[in-house]
């Protein structure tokens, strides 16, 4: 199946600091990205969905000027946590799908710990 | 919100056909049904997708009942690694950046 990279796997940053997130997708264009979160033994919760070229859709409750995407290109989509604070902390999953929207493939998350 | 409900968790013995059953009365004609299934700290993986006909693949069968309004996840040989979370998902599938919803999952457990 396709391959989408996620890095890092694993972030411990300072509370105020900024914290960036990589989605690339290795074998297929990335028309669409999801961005989620999920808590310890949560399902994944929807932040947003972006669009190449485009400016993000965020779920209502998701702070846009927090939680910046850019999708710059079809191969690369990044999701900054801005200012990040303990409640932040989190793991934070992308998923990835082409032209067609068949197929979603997922990222292997970032967890993200916030001190 | 999500457009599925699973049981919370179910248990399966090494070896024997794991049933993971999905009800999504509300789905709509342009509506696809996914599995995914993911293990502890790590993204989902894609498992089957399916409109109305049953699927197979190398992983699993994909069984929708005719009335599309619900579906079962066949495991046909668990093993020990399919212990997993395994979410099924309605889409739409096509251009216009559709939202993908997870519900809860089921919790699989295969014990030896």
């Known amino acids: 199946g396709a391959v989408v990279s996620q890095h890092p796997s694993r972030v411990i940053c300072k509370s105020g600091t900024s914290v960036k997130i990589e989605c690339r997708s290795l074998d297929f264009q990335a028309t669409t990205m999801f961005w989620y979160r999920q808590f310890p033994k949560k399902s994944l919760m929807l932040m947003a969905t972006s669009n190449e070229g485009s400016k993000a859709t965020y779920e209502q409750g998701v702070e846009k000027d927090k939680f910046l995407i850019n999708h710059a290109s079809l191969t690369l989509s990044t999701l900054t946590v801005t200012s990040a604070h303990p409640e932040d902390s989190s793991f934070y999953i992308c998923?990835?799908?082409?032209?067609?929207?068949?197929?979603?493939?997922f990222g292997s998350g970032t967890q993200l710990s916030v001190l | 919100d999500a457009k599925t409900t699973q049981p919370t968790s179910m248990d399966c013995a090494e070896g024997r056909a794991a049933n993971l059953p999905c009800n999504h009365s509300?789905?709509?004609?342009?509506?696809?049904v996914y599995w995914y299934r993911q293990i502890h700290s790590q993204g989902p993986q894609y498992i089957i997708h399916g409109l109305k006909n049953n699927e197979t693949n190398e992983m699993a069968s994909l069984i929708i009942t005719e009335d599309r309004k619900s579906s079962t996840l066949i495991l046909p040989h668990a093993t020990l690694r399919d212990t997993a979370v395994y979410y099924c998902i309605v889409r739409v599938v096509g251009t216009g950046g559709f939202k993908t919803i997870f519900g809860a999952g089921t919790r699989l457990f295969v014990k030896a």
């Open positions: 509300t789905i709509s004609g342009n509506e696809y």
């Open positions: 998923g990835g799908t082409g032209e067609t929207n068949e197929k979603l493939f």
